[in-house]
C-alpha cells in the first residue's frame, strides 16, 4: 500500500488502518477470499457486516485491495471491484478528503450500484444499473440486507442521497 493507495500526507496513518481477510459469495456461486483495507475502529464491524453478506448469499464481484489497481479508483470501478481504503480527494478534486482516506467507506458492486452525478455515470460500465427496478443479483436497495448490516453498526448508504446518487457507497459518516 505504501506508494500506492497510502502515502505520506494521507489523512489517516498507516498504523491506524487494518487488512481484513474476507470470504464473500460470488457472482458463480461459489466462496471466495478477498481483502479489505479500513480503519481500524471499523474493522471488527465491516468483517461481522461481511459475514452477515456471506451468510445471506449476497454476490460480489470482486474484493481486492485497490493497489492492485494502480491505486486509480476508476479502474478498480470500471472491473466491479469491490473496496475501502484510498488515500485520494473526493470526486478526485483538491483538496476535500474522501471518507476512502480515512478508512470508513466501502463501495460495493460498482457496475451494479454505479455513482451517478451531474457529469454522468460511475463507472460508465454501470450504465445499465442506473433504472433500480427491478433489482438484479449484486444490486443494493433500501432496506435489503446489505443496507441493514451497514444500518446496524451506524453506516449510511449513498443510494439514498438526492444528488448526486452514490448506490456503491457505505459510509460511517453519511459522506
Known sequence: MTGSSWHAGCPVELDDLRLIRL????????AHRGKLV???RWAPKIARVFGKLYDARFPIRRMRLVDRYG???????????T????CRYRDGVCCSWSQH??????????????????WGV?????????DRSPIRRGMLAL????????????????GSWRWP???????????
Do not use: K, L
Open 101 to 118: 482516506a480515512y478508512g470508513r467507506a466501502i463501495d460495493i458492486n460498482p457496475v451494479e450500484n454505479p455513482y451517478v452525478g451531474p
Open 83 to 86: 473496496s475501502a481504503f484510498n
Open 165 to 175: 446518487t452514490d448506490y456503491q457507497h457505505f459510509s460511517s459518516t453519511n459522506r
Open 143 to 158: 432496506h435489503d440486507r446489505a443496507w441493514w448490516a451497514f444500518h446496524a453498526i451506524g453506516w449510511s448508504w449513498g
Open 23 to 30: 470470504t464473500y459469495w460470488g457472482f458463480d456461486r461459489q
Open 122 to 130: 460511475s463507472p460508465p460500465n454501470g450504465a445499465d444499473f442506473v
Open 71 to 81: 491505486a486509480d479508483d476508476t479502474r478498480s470501478m470500471r472491473a466491479d471491484n
Open 38 to 40: 479500513v480503519h481500524r
